[in-house]
């Protein structure tokens, strides 16, 4: 497989509502000029976290000045527990502080916390103001910052409000993984195993053969590791906007990882990890319902182990209650019933697939 060094571009096909991704190493000063190219309005807000914007805000802002625009910042706390109403309704009342009009717009600098976060504030914000999403991890690189899904979670569940809100730009600097928490970045491949899995097995073979690369931040490899993942949701985005069938293949093992979130309270498991151990129960509730050999059922355990994701939880009786009760919240339920997303084999999954309770109970007993 070739391997691309240079900056490349993924293009998000949705007519009017579509956008390119530029993913490259030390592109985050040109974030500036990309915008001053898209007509935006002068006047922007920067949101992003804690953790993030002593490192990589004063670039930014210095490029969106250097561009002509009137950039200010709004800093949230870091964590999953800054996704709320509360969070976001603070916010509101910074931008409107500052006079941010409808023509202006928002540019997310973080992780997907701040991405949904700062999504979800342009997507309601004056009715919708203009959003650029600029990721600074690895699982919004590949995955959260594509395909306009941003929201806030409730203490029900995870995401629960929120919108389908497309950016007009995605800025995927590969030189922030320097900077990453190592933790971060292995939660991130799992949604990076997740791609290989759904749709594209010569991919799962190529992290197979990678990983150690992958984990080691090898420059080349990251870059087309970036770019397939992608390619493969921007195809899927393209083909089914707003989860009406194609998208929900992206949700492979997150019925049972966003459950797993909400019974911790979203502090002891990353979202990548709570998704890699919903994607080993994927793997095996596929392979006893969808006829997923042993083999490749193993082979998904055994490559998100490699990559340093857990694969297991144990839960009592009464987490086990818990989770199911999760579950039944999860937005992919119809009419009450919780759908799955299964592999019949590596690179093809089945959507709606409804699980008895005894095969759940079970897997997570083999857990």
Known sequence: MKLNSVMQQVEVLLG??????????????????????????????????????PLYADTVMD?????????????????????NLRQAADCYNRLAGRR???????????????GDLAGFI?????????????????????DSSVGGKVGVNLPAGKNLVGAFYQPKLVVCDLDAFNTLPKREFVAGLAEVIKYGVISDPRFFDWLEANIDGI?????????????????????VVG???????????????????????????????????????GQAMAARLSREQCGLS??????????????????????????RRALFEAMTLDKKVSGGRVGFVLA????????????????????????
């Open 16 to 53: 009017d509502r579509g956008y390119s991704i530029n993913i490259g190493s030390g592109i985050l000063g040109g974030a500036g000029e990309e915008c001053r190219r898209l007509g935006l309005g002068k006047r922007c807000a920067v949101i992003s976290d804690e953790h993030v914007a």
């Open 239 to 277: 083909k089914d906007e707003k989860e009406g069938g194609l998208r929900a293949i992206l949700n492979f093992g997150h019925t049972i990882g966003h459950a797993i979130e909400a019974i911790t309270n979203y502090g002891e498991f990353l979202h990548g990890e709570a998704v890699a151990i």
């Open 215 to 235: 984990l080691g931040l090898d420059p080349r490899l990251m870059g087309y590791m970036v770019a397939v993942c992608c390619r493969i949701k921007a195809d």
């Open 100 to 114: 941010l009009e409808r023509s202006s717009f928002i540019l997310a600098l973080g992780g997907g916390v701040v």
């Open 63 to 83: 490029s969106l000045a250097g561009a002509g625009f009137e950039p200010f910042s709004i800093i949230v706390p870091a964590g999953e527990g800054t996704k």
């Open 122 to 142: 342009a997507a309601t914000y004056l009715r919708g103001v203009h959003f650029v999403q600029v990721p600074t991890s690895l699982l919004a690189q590949v």
């Open 294 to 319: 042993d083999a490749d059922a193993d082979r998904i355990v055994r490559l998100l182990e490699s990559a340093g994701l857990p694969t297991s939880v144990k839960l009592d009786s009464g987490q």
């Open 344 to 367: 019949p084999e590596i690179g093809r999954v089945v959507r709606n697939q409804v699980v008895p309770a005894e095969t759940i109970e079970n897997a997570l007993r083999e857990a």
